[in-house]
Structure formats: structure tokens, C-alpha cells
T-cell receptor
């Protein structure tokens, strides 16, 4: 029973266009969400996060949107660059009442940005 | 280097053998985490240390798995009587403070374990 779901295993986008990666969660107790990027043979690297008290967080080309009522978040990358090609993992945690060390990850979405 | 270091990078062992995986976190980071990533899956939480103590070990799959961090720095993940299903990439991460919501986790490159 997956608590964090990334239903698209892969996404292909043209360079310069917008990439939208989606993530759904089932546990309404989650209150902190993160996106990680992973290149082959490397560990995941942190990209951006959002607390449940916000509905948007922006950092340069990366924006994360959170829709609590729909239990849905998305990562927008604009403009997309070939170097963005990687696997993107959505993760969630409970800040209060749960283990702060326990991040629940989705299965990931492989993004390919074509020149 | 300045990042999280994991050794060995690759380990091939036979079913039933004992394995140790080592993690050297970023200097000064008090929190240390072990995750496991199987093929086609996202990282799965195993255990979280705050200093020398395990703050949460609820992700350890069974009593064949054990982890220590005796001096609050380097950690060792120990797997007894390995099974083929233990084959995965074992990821270690550290952070300056406890809790992922207080800052991102810094992951190492992982130790790929293959049990034949």
C-alpha cells in the first residue's frame, strides 16, 4: 500500500519547455514534502521542499505546488534543460506526531529533456 | 571529500553470509539515516540515528538487520544470514539536525549489495 505515488514512470520534454512531475499521497497526516533528483550511480540530491502551511514554493527554475484537499503536489521545471534529465523522487513526512527521520518516497519519475 | 562516504560501493556475497556496510557522514552532522532502494522502487526508510542512539528503527525489516553508530559519527549497517531478497542499493544520508523537515538529507552514492 503506497502512501506516496508517482504514477508516471517516465516523462519526455523538449528543451526550453515546461516539465511537470506529479505526485499523490494518501496519508493526510503528511505535512512536509520534498523533491529529490537522482542521476545514475549517484545518491539522491535535495531539490526543493514545501510545508503544508504553504501552497507554493519557488526556487529559480523549480516550483512546487501543493493541493492539500486533493492530496496532490507537482514539480514544475521551466525552462527545462538537458541537464535536468534524471529520476525525480517525491517524498513526504510528518513533522508532528511521527518520526522526523522517516521520509516516505514515491517510485520516481524518469525525466528526459531532449535538445 | 566533503560528502557522505559509503563503503564498499559494491558487495557481492552468497546467501547466508554476513555483511557490513559502512557510512561516514558529513562532518558535524548529528543525524544519520539508512535507506534501502530496490530495483524500480524509491528509497525505503530503515533506521535513523540522532547522535549515537537510534531515534527510529521501525524500518528495519527483521532482526537480521542491525545498525550501530557508537561514537556518533561513522555508522555500520550489519546484515546477518543474507537472503537474495536483501539485494538492493543501501543508501546512507546525514543532516545537520534531526528531522527531514528541518533541512534536506545529504545522501551518499550507496552500497550496491548483491546476494547470490
Amino acid at each position: 500500500d503506497q502512501q506516496v505515488k508517482q504514477n508516471s514512470p517516465s516523462l519526455s520534454v523538449q528543451e526550453g519547455r515546461i516539465s511537470i512531475l506529479n505526485c499523490d499521497y494518501t496519508n493526510s497526516m503528511f505535512d512536509y514534502f520534498l523533491w529529490y533528483k537522482k542521476y545514475p550511480a549517484e545518491g539522491p540530491t535535495f531539490l526543493i521542499s514545501i510545508s503544508s502551511i504553504k501552497d507554493k514554493n519557488e526556487d529559480g527554475r523549480f516550483t512546487v505546488f501543493l493541493n492539500k484537499s486533493a492530496k496532490h503536489l507537482s514539480l514544475h521545471i521551466v525552462p527545462s534543460q538537458p541537464g535536468d534529465s534524471a529520476v525525480y523522487f517525491c517524498a513526504a513526512s510528518r513533522q508532528y506526531g511521527g518520526s522526523q527521520g522517516n521520509l516516505i518516497f514515491g517510485k520516481g519519475t524518469k525525466l528526459s529533456v531532449k535538445p | 571529500g566533503a560528502g557522505v562516504s559509503q563503503t564498499p560501493s559494491n558487495k557481492v556475497t552468497e546467501k547466508g553470509k554476513y555483511v557490513e556496510l559502512r557510512c561516514d557522514p558529513i562532518s558535524g552532522h548529528t543525524a544519520l539515516y539508512w535507506y534501502r532502494q530496490s530495483l524500480g522502487q524509491g528509497p525505503e526508510f530503515l533506521i535513523y540515528f540522532q547522535g549515537t542512539g537510534a531515534a527510529d528503527d521501525s524500518g528495519l525489516p527483521n532482526d537480521r538487520f542491525f545498525a550501530v553508530r557508537p561514537e556518533g559519527s561513522v555508522s555500520t549497517l550489519k546484515i546477518q544470514r543474507t537472503e537474495r531478497g536483501d539485494s538492493a542499493v543501501y543508501l546512507c544520508a546525514s543532516s545537520p539536525r534531526g528531522g527531514p523537515n528541518t533541512g534536506e538529507l545529504f545522501f551518499g552514492e550507496g552500497s550496491r549489495l548483491t546476494v547470490l
